[in-house]
């Protein structure tokens, strides 16, 4: 099983940098290669009449090396446990769009940010820092609350098998490959989580229907576990194994229960691009979610994707 071996590690100054480079000490082997990395700016600096143009460039190059230095000194500690390591700063006004811009310039195998806390309805309005990058990031991206994982970490796989299009198929494929990756590197244990809904009551029309709703119901709930079963049995699991988990309800009610009830440390999901209006109204499921589950989210992009940012 292939490892994640190229990591890029984002360490923003204000957020919780002890607990973020303990897991990616976790997640190192002695092929890992590593960046350490860091997007700042300073809208008082930039736009300082204190300074011409020349004293303002110097005065953002000391701020640099200040964050540089810093950086530094977590990258010469990986470099004394013979881990290939480097550091990168960038001055960018679009922090999300500098650490995805760094994302495609080193093609890292999984990229580590700290979340911030967001307010639950302006985030999704004002389009936050963190919800961006979910969204632009090529990469996989491992979004990480304080917690931190226990010893052998429990990493669920969330799939839907009932998908209408092949792209949406192949990335529950990539989930599930993703989560035993991350599964073994970290000696940990593999769950694969699916939440679907039964036809409501409400929604039959037809009196005969109506007369075989039980039977209706637990043919639908048949069907995904079959379905279920098929996707999992090359990993050597069946639908009954204990990790393995179906369970009937909204997704976004369901799922934060389950994540507590088996404490789960990585959620693997995936997002798929959305218009604009479904962002602003909804959201992805994986964005819905992210405020509302106590672990960590490992978000993935299906192979169709295009990022929206340029390199340069």
């Known amino acids: 099983m292939n490892e994640f071996r190229r990591l890029l590690v984002n360490l923003a100054e204000d957020e919780h940098r002890g607990e973020l480079l303990q897991k990616m ?4 082997t002695p092929d890992s290669q590593v960046e350490l990395f860091s997007c700042v700016y300073s809208a008082g600096l ?10 303002r460039q110097h005065a953002i190059q000391s701020v640099l090396r200040k964050v540089e230095k810093g950086l530094q000194s977590h990258m010469d500690k990986l470099v004394q446990q013979e881990i290939e390591a480097g550091a990168d700063v960038y001055w960018d006004r679009d922090r999300a769009e500098g650490v995805v811009r760094k994302a495609l310039r080193y093609q890292p195998e ?3 940010h700290a979340l911030e806390p967001h307010p639950r309805v302006l985030s999704q309005l004002l389009a936050a820092s963190d919800w961006r990058l979910l969204r632009q990031c090529p990469a996989p991206l491992l979004l990480s609350k304080t917690r931190q994982w226990s010893e052998h970490p429990r990493i669920a796989a969330a799939i839907d098998p009932f998908h209408l299009d092949d792209a949406a198929a192949e990335l529950d494929q990539k989930l599930l490959s993703h989560a035993t990756r991350l599964a073994a590197q970290l000696g940990g244990e593999l769950h694969v989580i699916h939440v679907f809904n039964t036809l409501p009551h409400s929604a039959i029309f037809d009196e005969h229907l109506v007369v075989d709703y039980e039977q209706l119901q637990k043919k639908v709930a048949i069907e995904h576990r079959q379905r279920i079963g098929e996707m999992i049995a090359p990993l050597q699991l069946e639908v009954g194994d204990p990790c393995v988990h179906l369970r009937e309800g909204e997704f976004h009610q369901v799922l934060p229960k389950l994540i507590d009830e088996q404490s789960i440390d990585v959620l693997v999901m995936g997002s798929l691009a959305r218009g604009f209006i479904d962002r ?5 499921s994986a964005e819905r979610l992210l405020d509302q589950v106590s672990c960590d989210l490992m978000i993935v992009k299906p192979d169709s994707f295009h990022c929206p940012v340029t390199e340069f």
């Open 25 to 28: 000490r976790r997640l190192l």
């Open 280 to 284: 602003l109204l909804l959201g992805s």
């Open 110 to 112: 999984l990229v580590l």
């Open 46 to 55: 930039d736009s300082s009449h204190l300074f011409d143009a020349d004293g």
